[in-house]
């Protein structure tokens, strides 16, 4: 009987694993059914939180630390990835502008700022980075980029030319943009999960701002003060990025790289795959098994687990997704050969969080019991 071989490629399980330690607890299970199998571990990212620990993992750079600034002002210190060309480096919106570190009693979308990201930004520059990717995703803001503009130099004038901090509550009064007297002189690409337009139904505001703590109230200034943004960018910038897919990710960020930085925005599992070389380890497995926290339709649209499978489709591979929760789906189920959830009884979430990478490893393992009976059964 052939012992198959697997690429072990989760994303994280926000709020429990970090996708490294997910992808460990598959591989134990896997293990303890086939001792002997080969298992290729590649975590797994979008462009969200847990990218830069990707690279971490695959030995394909180190971790630099700076002193910046959260979502509030407030100092802290936060690290990002450079990778060993040396040149890039890889910047997660979260580290210095998060969500999550953020209490919800704080959470202040009005005055909440990307500044922080811009300082990391500024910190990798001054170490030689020439090419900045930056993971969109987990901010706590809602400023279309205008912190990190800020942070690199950019002046934000009111029609009376008078210079004003960029936070939202004040971009109503935005007239006109000065861009640093210095051109910027490196590339910058976002990866970014979602395809969000910055305004509307489906833009930055309505779509993520509740989740920040927006009122009702604060969501229709938001919204005005992003749409200032765009109209005063396009006026003096001859360019109007409102509506480019992925402009709304991270609050907005997608439109500041594009507006203030000329950068562009890509799919975070296309570029992870690209340095990690996911075809080259799709086509030497016979199974391939990935996961996530929770499993829903948001995910088919461009998330980490389904890209993944969609790329394994096309090399004839059979996908095991594995997730806390897993919302079933004509289209999840033309994607996976095998759907389930790690929960092995009815628990509560907090149950499933406390106990989730035993439960993972379980899973796994009864998953391969499974694909071994298959075997014994075709033989």
């Known amino acids: 009987m052939k012992t198959p071989a697997f690429l072990i490629a989760p994303d994280k399980f926000k709020g429990c694993m970090d996708a490294p330690t997910a992808a460990g607890a598959i591989r134990d299970g896997i293990k303890s059914v086939f001792p002997g199998a080969l298992c290729t571990i590649i975590p797994l990212a979008d462009g969200g939180e847990g990218t830069a620990d990707v690279f971490i993992s695959q030995n394909l750079g180190s971790r630099t630390e700076a002193d910046t600034c959260d979502a509030l002002g407030r100092p802290v210190k936060a690290s990002y990835v450079l990778l060993n060309d040396r040149t890039t480096a890889v910047i997660e919106t979260a580290s210095a502008a998060g969500l999550s570190g953020i209490s919800p009693s704080d959470r202040s979308p009005l005055t909440a700022t990307s500044r922080g990201v811009g300082l990391l930004i500024r910190h990798a520059r001054l170490r030689g980075a020439k090419k900045i990717c930056l993971g969109l995703g987990g901010s706590a803001t809602n400023d279309g980029g205008c912190g990190i503009a800020w942070a690199l130099g950019w ?24 861009p640093p007297p210095d051109p910027q002189t490196f590339q910058c690409i976002a990866l970014a999960d979602v395809g969000n337009p910055l305004l509307g139904p489906r833009g930055a505001t309505r779509t993520y701002g509740p989740q920040k703590g927006a009122t009702d109230d604060d969501l229709a200034h938001l919204e005005r003060a992003l749409e200032s943004l765009a109209n005063v960018a396009s006026d003096s910038l001859g360019q109007d990025f409102r509506d480019t897919p992925g402009s709304g990710a991270a609050g907005g ?52 687990p389904a890209a993944l499978a969609q790329m394994a489709g096309r090399f004839g591979k059979p996908v095991i997704l594995l997730a806390g929760s897993v919302q079933n789906s004509p289209d999840a189920r033309k994607l996976f050969a095998f759907a389930a959830s790690i929960q092995n009884r009815p628990m509560s979430l907090e149950e499933s969080r406390a106990d989730a990478e035993s439960l993972l490893r379980e899973t796994a393992a009864n998953v391969a019991s499974l694909i071994r009976a298959g075997q014994r059964a075709v033989r």
Do not use: H, Y
Request: glycine residues 14%; negative net charge.
């Open 155 to 178: 002046r934000f004038l009111d029609a009376d030319g008078r210079e004003f901090p960029p936070i939202p509550r004040n971009m109503d009064r935005l007239a006109r943009l000065v």
């Open 253 to 304: 960020i997608g439109f500041g790289v594009l507006a203030f930085l000329g950068g562009t925005i890509v799919p975070g599992f296309q570029f992870l795959s690209e340095i990690c070389n996911f075809p080259q380890a799709i086509a030497a497995c016979d199974w391939v098994v990935t996961g996530e926290g929770g499993f829903d339709l948001q995910s088919l649209e461009g998330k980490g």
